[in-house]
């Protein structure tokens, strides 16, 4: 448990570890990018190479042997050949033009994160740590590591106040949940995580969205009881069986389709982080 100074240390370097592993991931993809960027030339050399080889070589032949005059026997197949290798030469040339557009575009996106996230780090790292920034999104009061650990903020002026108790009862299904290698969509997971916690604080449904950091992520959950048994979603939750949702989503709600569904929840999701980073704190508080 930790008090704003710690927590503020905790925080301070947990932003610092986070924002130092995306920008080493986008400096690994802008790499790969520049590679395919680079080998476009040869490519495109090697492709047309190849087109003579499998198209113009043998068209020359075909017209050379199987038009006035008939040398070979087998100018049906050799028809065929050709047919078949221009799809394929056409294909592969959409291909190689396909990945250079796309490394080029992705590129200039990365490169455009990695500007904001290399400022961000020398912000970062030239803010001293003794105090909370008001405007925190996630990690704000607590989160969980796996199974392994879980940190919580506790205020001096109130050390274990109702919100502590139920950020821990939130950290904890998290933690108790938690499958080494399974993982359910983040906007369900969190909902489900509000949800339970709410229900084990015997908090109606009133006060459970009231009080909940993921309110939008918990009405989604609702909605899915209105349907789906509460056990079965319960099993899901503890068992992080995505396949499993799938299956009681299609069934109870046929008319839905489970992609669309899980891309607007997430999106629900991101938006969630987005206003209590950027712009506005919805709720006072963030958990994560
Ligand atoms: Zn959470």
Not at 49 to 72: L, Q, S
Not at 83 to 96: D, G, P, V
Not at 98 to 122: C, G, H, K, P, W
């Amino acid at each position: 448990m930790f008090d704003d100074s710690y927590y503020a240390e905790f925080y301070h370097s947990k932003l610092i570890q986070d924002l130092t592993s995306s920008i080493a991931e986008n400096e690994s993809a802008l790499k790969i990018n520049t590679r395919i960027i680079n080998e476009y030339p040869d490519l495109l050399k090697q492709w047309e190479i190849d087109y003579k080889k499998f198209v113009t070589d043998p068209e020359t032949e075909y017209a050379d042997g199987c038009t006035t005059i008939i040398k070979y026997t087998d100018c049906a197949d050799l028809a065929v050949t050709i047919q078949k290798n221009k799809i394929i030469t056409a294909k592969n040339k959409e291909i190689t033009q396909n990945d250079y557009s796309e490394a080029f575009r992705f590129n200039s996106v990365i490169e455009n994160d990695l500007r904001a996230q290399r400022s961000s780090l020398a912000e970062l790292n030239s803010t001293s740590t003794d105090s909370l920034n008001s405007n925190i999104g996630e990690y704000s009061i607590g989160v969980a590591f796996g199974n392994e650990s879980i940190y919580l903020r506790s205020f001096k002026d109130n050390p274990i106040s109702g919100e502590t108790i139920r950020v821990m009862i939130h950290e904890f299904l998290h933690a108790y949940s938690f499958h080494q290698n399974k993982e359910l969509p983040a906007a369900f997971d969190e909902g489900m995580t509000d949800y339970l916690t709410t229900k084990a604080l015997t908090y109606n449904e009133f006060d459970s969205i009231r009080v909940s950091g993921y309110p939008l992520e918990m009405q989604v959950i609702l909605a899915l009881l209105e349907k789906i048994p509460y056990e079965s979603l319960v099993r899901v939750y503890f068992t992080k069986d995505e396949v499993l949702l799938k299956k009681l989503i299609t069934q109870h709600f046929p008319e839905t389709s489970y992609a669309i569904l899980m891309k607007k929840y997430n999106e629900i999701f991101e938006s969630t982080f987005h206003v209590n980073g950027n712009i506005m704190l919805r709720h006072e508080l963030m958990i994560h």
